[in-house]
């Protein structure tokens, strides 16, 4: 899409876009979004013997990629919930007491965001709120991993390979470049002498943060109140939208994130479902 | 098959079983085995938020499952390559002398364990060569992850469940039950209580031990030698043949283990082999 937005940069001058992709905090209370989190997707592979191996024959003798992939991630958080590479956190910017004070007063309390997971309790980097967390916080998630046999049943196996996809969600300043970089230099640390790892960048896009004092934002808000009867809250999204970065670096545009979803959507996942009343 | 055994254990007496399913160290040495290792197979699901969330609205305030399965799998070894359970050595039979000189012997040299594993170089317990690791003490083997999303490129989840399929190899007198109830003890201790975990227990198998002086293990020593014109190596099998328990516990017959596989056949992995000349 950005290359099509470059070339078509004449056609497509606007003040302002209007974006329908970001989160409600509750039913009837409308909410316009001025900050999404950037992100940075990797594999990585472990590798180990050059074959898949009989665990009986081998077992306690030869180390397991499967179980050297664990012992690489369990490094890369902290006791704290922090994640544990160096400098991760240099360019992250602190939020201003303005925003601080937004925070509390629009965010969601951690019990809605425990309750929108569908989870028992909250987990995560010491000394911020769960909503700090998802916004002004990055993360590093372990979205899948694949190794090893796991149909029904047993098979003695080592496994010659065992693969992670992990992705961060990243925060002004980060940039996904110099997070990709971090990232491979910590991982050659936490391997060990007996296996490989290689690192793959699936794909990588910067935060975006747009300025909630922008006239169109301005408008947004009035349209908001006048729809709904209440004037919106002013929330930073955690997820992450490409597109909105290259608008506001290839038109000059600012993005207006006016969404209508809520916490228990279940966005990308099976039964996603949409709030009748709020749709119509 | 060991309920068959039990009901026809009139017509299955014998002196001895002579069973073919061992290794040979290498071609024209036969190998004669008198142990094999029990096992435990296991499987441990860590269960988090009731559904798959996305990694954007919840990355970083919600401990993602396969993250606390690779936090749990990390701990289960220590840095000297111990299995790192309280109480799971403490039935490991010590080896006479007698059998630390067949070790010496017989046993299979680490560059032979490397070689036959297509693998850089071995792990494991610090204190131990490569062969006592596989056979005379016990091992712990992940044998396979599955959660969240592994297809080609990306997607942003955080999935609700992980499991691991893992395994133990065992040695006298260690005993399956005991260690699965180990393996559950520390698990529990090891489970955060931002996660759940349950462990479902799929086979075990005592681990089997037959003596050497036994007058068929010396018939077979000498047809071995008059076979290939050179006495067998008295091995021991690092893998489990839970079958030599039953025929020694209901039928109270020693099992010959006088198998042909070589270190390189690469059993139950893709491309196993057969040694041809061996075979002839």
Chains 1, 2 share one sequence.
Not at 76 to 86: E, F
């Amino acid at each position: 899409m950005v290359p099509f937005i470059a070339r078509n940069k004449g056609a497509l001058a606007a003040d302002a876009v209007l974006m329908s992709d970001t989160l409600m905090l509750r039913p009837g209370q409308p909410a316009i979004s001025y900050a999404t989190r950037g992100d940075l997707y990797l594999e990585l592979e472990v590798l180990g013997p050059k074959h898949d191996l009989h665990s009986g024959n081998f077992g306690g003798a030869i180390h397991n990629p499967l179980q050297a992939l664990c012992e690489i991630i369990a490094k890369l958080h902290d006791a704290n919930g922090r994640i544990a590479i160096p400098g991760i956190y240099d360019r992250v910017r602190q939020s201003s007491r303005t925003e601080e004070a937004w925070m509390v007063e629009f965010g969601a309390p951690d019990a809605l965001v425990v309750e929108g997971a569908g989870s028992r309790r909250g987990w995560g980097e010491r000394g911020y709120s769960l909503y700090e967390r998802l916004t002004v916080r990055p993360a590093l998630t372990i979205n899948g991993i694949a190794g090893g046999y796991h149909g029904p049943g047993r098979k003695g196996v080592i496994p010659a390979r065992a693969t992670a996809k992990l992705s961060f969600r990243l925060v002004p300043d980060q940039d996904p470049h110099e997070v990709d970089r971090l990232f491979r230099e910590h991982t050659a640390r936490l391997t060990p002498p007996t296996v490989r790892a290689k690192v793959r960048t699936v794909s990588g896009t910067k935060p975006a943060l747009v300025n909630p004092e922008h006239p169109m934002i301005r408008a947004a808000v009035s349209a908001c109140r006048k729809g709904f009867g209440t004037p919106p809250a002013l929330l930073r999204s955690g997820g992450t939208i490409p597109v909105v970065n290259a608008f506001q670096r290839i038109l000059s545009a600012p993005t207006v994130l006016m969404g209508f979803a809520l916490p228990d959507d279940r966005l990308h996942a099976p039964n996603e479902k949409l709030h009748l009343p709020t749709f119509f």
